[in-house]
């Protein structure tokens, strides 16, 4: 097992580490999300004001048509009634034309006020996307690396991504549907009234039924929605995952298992995603069985009261209308309840998300702007676990480093050697004990102002998708292109760059395999020369260069580390001969340290080590 594995938890949940996430999960606190969600959308209170006024005047002129209508209607009954009496001239069409120009001037100003509400909401429900978004990337930032120890990438995307658009959507349209129906049936209910308090009586037995029906779905449905976009989240992770890979998958031939893996999350996602959507499907047929039989009603009733001589035809005609509408806002919510239930499943996902737990970092007690820093470090008995006390991986660390000097440290795999200097950086703070930078507690500075004065190589190297000269001034983003030139000199990386298509201005592709593994380090320690920190990183860093390169390489940062405190983490224990110090770590402990010839002296653990190597390399 490498150090890497070792030096973060396992992750305790799933066949690939993803944590658990039942489709028959509680809502942790969806009334907290709602808040949250309402205090995003306050910046926007008068638009949405706006668009519930002007909803509603949209409504109102909508349902004003069949009453108008009627009109026509009745004088084209009565007219028919003259005409076959005699008793008059007929059927008046002039002013049924002006009751029809009405109507659809009616008709146009209602589609006026909806298209602004619509257009007012869209833009409100992008700028709540957008401020969602960049509170989920902040977030980020500022969560601990243990979050990300128990929770995969695809996870946290699926969060940006499927969620907010989720959340979004039913923003932009969902809302004002639902603003739109509530005003319907206030309308409706308040102009049927004005035609047959009877008749309305009638309809509103309908009421009761169907939201029982619409209550009944939902709460059975809810729970698979939140399954839905939990399993989505877990099947980008494991795509995530699995294209990350690819090339190890090949390599080992594992096409089918990864493809059984998918298939097994995927089935989970089809089988929540089936159920909630099936049981949402119900409502619309349900609701409008139910609403038939209100329609029903209302016709022989109305029927009778037309013959009995207690209502017109035109006013039958409106009030038919009138129930049609009526029992139309709830089809309309029966039919957006199930975009209603994944928003409450994402709103509590997002929400989750920006609830975590951040790194605490309170007021800082120094500035590195106020603080001549010389890099002068100290581990005084440091203690530490990833799992918490109970678990060290570091059990008591203590070595005085002088500012300038040139510091490595050696040891088995899982020793603990990529762990302190994660320490060092604050990735994780210490259980117990103290490290020092200048007799400051690094505690004493904020992060983020910490590890400006530290340059730190990764054995794995990260690289993204732009030109090669913006991947190294990524170190300094003020850079010149001079200076990213002279960085690029100084790794030892001018004259390959000059071998490749574009030179300095090659795009990278997004993994950076259109370079080597070598090349891409190269480029890596680059960026960390023009960042030009007072403590400079290497763990790893010349691991994946071959024997010339690394011999050029040596040279060039020994002249950089001139004056400049540096640890080095190296495997190949010939490149660190040169070394002031070598600390050789064991189980979390220095067991050893000093310089190379003084440890090769006292024959102990260091030239067991220094021996083996040389040793296997004869045997080969």
């Avoid at 949250?36 to 349902?63: C, D, G, H, N």
């Amino acid at each position: 097992m490498s150090e890497k594995q070792t030096a973060a938890p396992r992750r305790p949940h799933g066949p690939h580490g993803r944590g658990p996430m039942g489709a028959g999960e509680k809502a942790k606190d969806f009334k907290r999300s709602g808040g949250e969600l309402l205090r995003y959308l306050k910046p926007f209170r008068w638009q949405i004001v706006l668009v519930m006024l002007f909803a509603a005047a949209s409504t109102v002129f909508t349902i004003a048509g069949p009453k108008v209508l009627a009109l026509a209607t009745d004088e084209l009954a009565s007219g028919l009634m003259r005409a076959v009496t005699g008793a008059g001239e007929g059927i008046d069409f002039g002013y049924i034309g002006k009751v029809l120009l009405a109507l659809g001037g009616l008709y146009l100003v209602s589609a006026g006020f909806s298209y602004l509400q619509g257009h007012i909401m869209a833009g409100v429900s992008t700028k709540v996307a957008f401020n969602l978004r960049g509170a989920v990337t902040a977030k980020i930032n500022r969560l601990p690396l243990s979050y990300f120890h128990k929770t995969t990438h695809g996870d946290v995307l699926s969060r940006m991504t499927n969620d907010v658009d989720t959340l979004s959507g039913t923003l932009s349209q969902s809302i004002t549907q639902i603003i739109t129906s509530f005003c319907t049936m206030v309308g409706v209910l308040a102009l049927m009234l004005t035609i047959s308090w009877q008749l309305t009586l009638v309809a509103l037995c309908v009421l009761p039924v169907s939201f029982g029906f619409v209550l009944g779905i939902v709460q059975i449905s809810q729970r698979h929605f939140r399954g839905q976009q939990e399993y989505l989240g877990r099947v980008n992770g494991q795509v995530e995952e699995m294209y990350g890979g690819h090339l190890v998958v090949k390599a080992f031939g594992r096409e089918q298992q990864a493809t059984a893996d998918f298939d097994a999350e995927n089935q989970k996602l089809f089988e929540a995603g089936w159920k909630a959507n099936f049981l949402s499907g119900l409502m619309q047929p349900v609701m409008g069985f139910v609403g038939n039989l209100g329609y029903v009603a209302v016709c022989i009733v109305g029927a009778a009261m037309a013959a009995g001589g207690t209502m017109t035809i035109g006013g039958i005609q409106a009030f038919i209308q009138y129930v049609r509408s009526f029992t139309q806002p709830v089809m309309q919510l029966a039919n957006i309840s199930n975009q209603l239930q994944m928003t409450v499943a994402a709103a509590e996902r997002i929400f989750e998300f920006l609830g975590g737990q951040e790194e605490e970092d309170g007021e800082p007690k120094a500035l590195m702007a106020n603080e001549d820093i010389q890099g002068a470090i100290g581990f005084h008995h440091v203690r530490f676990g990833y799992n918490g006390p109970e678990e060290p991986v570091i059990k008591d660390f203590s070595a005085q480093v002088q500012a300038g000097q040139k510091v490595a440290i050696v040891g088995p795999t899982g020793a603990g050697k990529t762990t302190m200097v994660k320490l060092l950086m604050r990735f994780h703070d210490v259980d117990g004990g103290e490290i020092t930078l200048d007799g400051h507690p690094v505690t004493d500075f904020g992060r983020e102002d910490l590890r400006t004065e530290f340059g730190m190589v990764l054995q794995d190297a990260w690289l993204y998708n732009a030109s090669i000269l913006e991947n190294i001034r990524y170190g300094r983003l003020d850079a010149t292109d001079e200076e990213v030139i002279a960085a690029a000199k100084a790794a030892q990386a001018d004259h390959f760059i000059h071998t490749l298509p574009g030179g300095y201005n090659m795009v990278l592709s997004e993994d950076g395999s259109n370079v080597s593994q070598g090349q891409k380090q190269l480029l890596t320690i680059a960026r960390a020369i023009l960042a030009d920190p007072k403590v400079m990183i290497l763990d790893e860093a010349t691991s994946s260069v071959d024997t010339r390169t690394e011999v050029l390489l040596q040279r060039a940062m020994d002249n950089l580390m001139e004056g400049r405190t540096s640890f080095i983490i190296a495997h190949r224990l010939s490149t660190i001969r040169n070394a002031d110090l070598i600390l050789c770590m064991k189980d979390g402990d220095i067991v050893e340290q000093g310089t190379h010839a003084e440890l090769m002296e006292q024959d102990g653990f260091y030239a067991q080590l220094y021996r083996s190597q040389f040793e296997g390399a004869e045997a080969s």
